[in-house]
């Protein structure tokens, strides 16, 4: 995974308006798709869920990028990609 953590924040919304901000940790591409995996970013005063998101690149009708939510087959397989990459790192 990157070494270069706590500089890409990004804030997504979902289908009913709620706004999040998400730290981006990495990225990595399986058959020609991009998953990123990120972080929620927290003020640490609430018990919000720290787990992981990982959303997919997908290009829209209007020729744009945008982050979607991936399928649960996808999702697993993209962690697992994740988890892989970075145990090979704590290994070197």
Not at 32 to 45: E, I, Q, S
Not at 62 to 70: A, E, F, K, Q
Request: proline share 2%; charged share 40%; hydrophobic share 30%.
């Amino acid at each position: 995974m990157s070494e270069d953590y706590g500089g890409d924040i990004i804030t997504i919304s979902d289908e009913d308006g709620n706004s999040y901000e998400l730290e981006h940790l990495d990225t990595i591409e399986l058959d020609g798709v991009f998953y990123l995996a990120f972080l929620p970013v927290t003020d640490g005063k609430g018990d919000e869920d720290l787990g992981m998101v990982i959303l997919k690149s997908e290009k829209g009708d209007d020729g744009d990028d945008y982050l979607v939510t991936p399928t649960d087959e996808e999702t697993d397989r993209a962690y697992e990609a994740f988890m892989k990459e970075l145990f090979e790192d704590e290994d070197e």
